[in-house]
């Protein structure tokens, strides 16, 4: 098992930027690919992006590709996502995961999560 905790949440400008952090304990963090998720008020959570268990792979949905950015750091146990030119939209709990399927960047498998992080984005 891995047991995760998001931080860095917080209320930012539209146009601005935000980084959230994952820390990660328990089993081998390097050996699960992990990701991010988002939940907007009243929407179902979604995957945003993935990123594979070395951290030489990253995939991004189409709405936060370009803007958005995924990395890890395997040494301390730490999954990030630095957000740029945020959006409104981009507005929502934002939850690490790990997955257990592979080690590619993935979408699908996510065993263990975070308790989410609150991003609010002002327009």
């Known amino acids: 098992q891995v047991q995760l905790a998001e931080y860095g949440g917080g209320l930012v400008q539209a146009g601005g930027s935000l980084r959230l952090s994952c820390s990660a304990s328990g089993d081998t963090f390097s050996n699960f690919p992990v990701g991010w998720f988002r939940q907007a008020p009243g929407k179902e959570r979604e995957w945003i992006s993935g990123?594979?268990?070395?951290?030489?792979?990253?995939d991004y949905t189409d709405s936060v590709q370009g803007r958005f950015s995924i990395s890890r750091d395997n040494t301390k146990g730490f999954l990030y996502l630095q957000m740029n030119r945020v959006k409104p939209e981009d507005t929502g709990v934002y939850y690490c995961?790990?997955?257990?399927?592979?080690?590619?960047?993935?979408?699908?498998?996510?065993?263990?999560w975070g308790r989410g992080t609150q991003v609010t984005v002002s327009s």
């Open positions: 995961a790990a997955s257990i399927v592979g080690s590619a960047a993935t979408r699908s498998g996510y065993l263990y």
């Open positions: 990123i594979s268990s070395s951290g030489a792979g990253t």
